[in-house]
């Protein structure tokens, strides 16, 4: 049977089980918290606080939590092989790739095709390609698939160079591809139209935040290239809220497009983007932006509405073991 890395080794695809496609332990810009997070980063404090609560997702079923944290979101594998150690009932999936809105890495800005030292292939995909053959840095922990960002509709030629690099990799390698987009542009069709250009598998990539949306005429059009859509901000109700968006995929399961979807929340137990007080403020204005979320909620309330168990399963289960399947 075919298998597919974790933080703790290969696992066979049959076992991932219900699968939160998009989540985040940790989203902290490492090389700020080295220099300046003495005043609030208290590593045992997070490291326990994380345990604790995977260790609660995994008891509401989930057995498969895929982290698309790569360069530029803080990606610091030796803090997660140690959370999972203790929550091994867990598979945890990490990635590659590079996650910013406009810009290359800047230590590759000389570096590649057509610049002053020009190198073919991108040395920036070939990092990518390590990471998934031989392992991210000396950790022992391969990646499973590849991470990119479009936010703007007008994508900077920095994103672009990454998004090939990233497709050049998922060519090499065979694997899969999420893609951070941004639905209310529908920088989906960029993105698409460039996978396309570079001879990917769109049946290998997630759309993500794809149900940020709800105009059902990009996401059929979307869907109908053979792209997965990432239905993964569950619990983000400053962007939409939790009826929307199940509105959404209850019209789409309708129109037979639940084997185009994945659910998530693009959840973490901490980000260095709200100040020091992630927990409170998360508590405060979004409380149900958490890992359990999908279980507590939105699935009762898909069922409530005659979305199939079939279905159900299809987005959980299915989809997620069919995109890491080589």
């Known amino acids: 049977m075919p298998t597919v890395e974790t933080v703790r080794g290969a696992v066979d695809v049959a076992e991932l089980g219900p699968t939160l496609m998009h989540e985040h332990v940790f989203f902290v810009g490492t090389e700020y918290l080295q220099n300046y997070g003495a005043g609030w980063w208290d590593e045992e404090e997070r490291v326990a ?12 079923g989930v057995r498969t939590f895929v982290d698309p944290t790569v360069w530029g979101g803080g990606r610091y594998i ?27 890495p800047i230590q590759f800005m000389n570096r590649g095709p057509g610049l002053i030292f020009d190198e073919t292939p991108d040395p920036l995909a070939r990092e990518f390609v390590r990471d998934i053959a031989e392992g991210i840095a000396d950790t022992g922990v391969k990646a499973a698939f590849l991470k990119c960002a ?34 209310h542009q529908q920088t989906g069709r960029w993105v698409v139209d460039l996978l396309r250009a570079e001879h990917a598998d769109l049946t290998k990539v997630v759309i993500g935040h794809s149900g940020d949306s709800g105009d059902l005429d990009y996401l059929t059009w979307l869907a109908d290239t053979g792209a ?38 693009d959840a973490m137990c901490w980000i260095d ?54």
């Open 49 to 60: 606080d994380a345990i604790e609560r995977l260790r609660s997702v995994a008891a509401r």
């Open 78 to 104: 030796p803090r997660i092989q140690r959370i999972n150690e203790q929550v091994p009932e867990l598979n945890i999936i990490v990635a590659t790739g590079y996650y910013h809105y406009t810009d290359a």
């Open 150 to 183: 479009v936010e703007h509709p007008d994508p900077t030629p920095g994103v672009e160079r990454v998004c090939r690099a990233v497709a050049y990799a998922h060519r090499e390698t065979g694997a899969p591809i999420t893609v951070h987009t941004n639905a």
């Open 228 to 265: 997965l859509l990432g239905m993964d901000r569950f619990g983000l109700d400053a962007f939409r809220t939790t009826p929307e968006r199940v509105e959404t995929i209850v019209a789409l399961c309708e129109r037979g497009y639940a084997e185009r979807m994945v659910l998530s929340h």
């Open 273 to 326: 983007w709200f100040g020091d007080d992630f927990t409170g403020i998360r508590d405060q204005l979004m409380p149900n932006w958490h890992y359990e979320h999908i279980h507590n909620d939105v699935l009762p309330a898909l069922r409530e509405a005659g979305v199939s168990e079939k279905d159900i399963g299809t987005m959980l289960v299915d989809n997620p073991r069919r995109y890491f399947t080589r």
